[in-house]
């Protein structure tokens, strides 16, 4: 089992940048897929962007152009460069893993940090 651990959220102004970071504890991200997904108060959870071990990274929503999935060479921290923040932004973001196998799907996920866009 892996635990994700989480850090770099906050609040910035219009504009800035943050960037998050998600860590494996108690094991490594071999084999899964990392995510972050971000979440508003009665709102579904939306992805964000995506990375695999092979650097294939998915930008699906709003966050292209402005975000940048990464990840360190050792493939134990991933991260998320959030460039020209707007307010809509604002959410709490949450680090997830998955591994699919033949038999089981395993789900990961952070305890989420909040990110504060303010105008």
């Known amino acids: 089992e892996v635990q994700l651990v989480e850090s770099g959220g906050g609040l910035v102004q219009a504009g800035g940048s943050l960037r998050l970071s998600c860590a494996a504890s108690g094991s490594t991200f071999d084999g899964f897929v990392i995510g972050w997904f971000r979440q508003t108060p009665g709102k579904q959870r939306e992805l964000v962007a995506s990375i695999n071990r092979d650097r294939y990274i998915n930008y699906p929503g709003s966050a292209r152009g402005r975000f940048t999935i990464s990840t360190d060479i050792a493939w134990n921290t991933v991260y998320l460069l959030m460039d020209s923040l707007r307010p809509e932004d604002t959410a709490v973001y949450y680090c997830?893993?998955?591994?699919?196998?033949?038999?089981?799907?395993?789900?990961?996920w952070g305890q989420g940090t909040q990110v504060t866009v303010s105008t």
């Open positions: 997830h893993a998955q591994r699919l196998t033949v038999v089981a799907t395993y789900d990961y």
